[in-house]
């Protein structure tokens, strides 16, 4: 079982910058594959970027050249950085992992707010 505990969420202006932090209670490094989902108020939940246990990754159109997504495997951590924050970015956003087992874990998810 994997425990995925996230922050770094907040409110920021447009053009601002956050990075989400994501603490697995596995090493990331066993883990298949994780990644960040988001979630507006209203929609439904969606990929922001994934990376594999190989270090493959990849990106949501509406964030490629803004987000990139990466792990720091000694500290069992999974980070989102966030740059040109628009306000369609505002979500809940989601810390997701897939075991070698294909179960899925999340988060409890934080809230990033981006204001006009």
């Known amino acids: 079982q994997v425990q995925l505990v996230e922050s770094g969420g907040g409110l920021v202006q447009a053009g601002g910058s956050l990075r989400l932090s994501c603490d697995a209670s596995?090493?990331?490094?066993?883990?298949?594959?994780m990644g960040w989902y988001r979630q507006p108020s209203g929609k439904q939940r969606e990929l922001v970027a994934a990376?594999?246990?190989?270090?493959?990754?990849n990106y949501a159109d509406s964030v490629k050249g803004r987000f990139t997504i990466s792990r720091d495997n000694s500290k069992n951590t999974l980070y989102l950085q966030m740059n040109s924050l628009k306000p369609e970015d505002t979500a809940v956003y989601y810390c997701?992992?897939?075991?070698?087992?294909?179960?899925?874990?999340w988060g409890q998810g934080t809230q990033v707010t981006v204001s006009s």
């Open positions: 997701h992992a897939l075991s070698p087992e294909l179960m899925n874990y």
């Open positions: 596995k090493t990331v490094f066993t883990i298949k594959a």
């Open positions: 990376i594999t246990s190989g270090g493959s990754t």
